[in-house]
């Protein structure tokens, strides 16, 4: 489960495309933070999640947030600053076993194109050909369909697909989807099925696709009223710290993980019926070069760091997996969560008054630093340091509590099969 927030110029405060999304995976999927530079190719395939795809001579620079296992990315940015995250939705149409992930779409159109409206053309022939389909899931099975939101300094765009079909709209003030489709009649374009059936009367590409049953349990469409009323109620004003805090929402205050549900922003996960928690979260200020990412699960407890072109990524240790290691920089982190989550209540609001005093530090140091790759680097080192100190501050002051018995015993189950042994 995702949830994808854009704001375009005229909505923000600085004149600026702001893009966010939460990724939302099963909790042991650990996602990897990568930059890749633009690369010539002499291979005629790559291969993609499950299937070859023909390569080009060519490929743009890339920063991705991508689940361990997969070759496509959940989000990410190229050097265009053109930005793609994409969520599930459900629908009545059957998605073929083998295929084009919607995660794979995202890299290559990022790795591909040079704007929005060139990544929404790629994209969309992939999706007339039939191509996409695929499990997207490494240990069970989910299948479905993708909802993307395709933004670059200059537009956006909201792309949504079920079989063969899609349709389009652009965006002009703010938008967010989640895992329910959106666009009903008022599409800019469309594929030429979805455009056969609207001239027989009356149409709804939302309602026509829809399965009823799984987009009712995803509460997609709660998470997306929620985030929509949260964005129009700040149009003109959106800044990149408003973007941050609604990455970080809940659907109640004071939250408490064990009570939470499938309409949080940032989901914690909670067993049979809230499979999901947030793995990794992105806020590209397009137009200004900063992309900010988590590269860790749950915003409310992690740092927004800035990654640049020009500077690119620390070393953050070992590339995770679905096992527990202390040497990457995502299980690092998730051990320190899933202790603090054993006592949640007693410490978030402590925590959360210094998480936002140095997310408040990072954000003015990148306004004031001068741009020179150099400086660049240094400057996402340095953030990636000071959220290293405030986790190991924190470990010496968390005490661990007891989970009630049923959310206890899904999280017992989890670290099990991620290897993970909760001291204290």
Known sequence: MCDILVATPEATKEGITLFAKNSDREPNEAQILEFTPGTKHEEEKVRLTYVDFPQVKETYAVILSRPWWMWGAE??????????????????????????????????????????????????????????????????????????????????????????????????????????????????????????????????????????????????????????????????????????????????????????????????????????????????????????????????????KPVTFEGGLPDLGKEPTDRYDPEAYWWRFEAFHRRFLTNYRSYIDDFARERDRLQAEIVEKAREIEKTPEDLKALTEWAFREEAKLLERWEKIVKPGRLPFLFGRSWRKVNEEAGLKLEG
């Open 75 to 304: 989000m990410g940015v190229n050097e265009f600053e053109v930005a793609i995250g994409n969520t599930a939705v459900f629908t009545k149409v059957k998605v073929p076993e083998k295929g084009i992930t919607g995660m794979d779409m995202i890299r290559l159109a990022l790795e591909r194109t040079k704007s929005a409206r060139e990544a929404l053309t790629f994209i969309t022939g992939i999706v007339e050909n039939g191509s996409q389909g695929g499990n997207g899931s490494k240990g069970h099975r989910l299948y479905y369909f993708s909802s993307f939101i395709i933004a670059d300094p200059r537009e956006a765009w909201v792309l949504e697909t079920v079989g063969k079909e899609w349709a389009a709209k652009k965006i002009e003030g703010v938008y967010s989807i989640s895992n329910a489709l959106t666009i009903e009649g008022d599409w800019d374009m469309a594929s030429e099925g979805v455009e056969r059936l609207a001239r027989r009367g009356s149409f709804s590409f939302a309602k026509h696709f829809s399965d009823r049953f799984y987009t009712h349990f995803a509460h997609g469409r709660e998470r997306r009223a929620f985030t929509l009323k949260r964005l129009k109620e700040r149009e003109g004003e959106i800044t990149l710290g408003y973007m941050m805090s609604l990455l970080r929402s809940h659907s109640f205050e004071p939250y408490r993980p064990e009570k939470g549900s499938m309409r949080d922003i940032c989901m914690h996960y909670g067993g049979l019926t809230r499979p999901s928690q947030t793995a990794s979260s992105q806020v590209s200020e397009l137009g200004k070069g900063f992309h900010w990412f988590t590269g860790t699960s749950n915003p409310c407890m992690s740092i927004f």
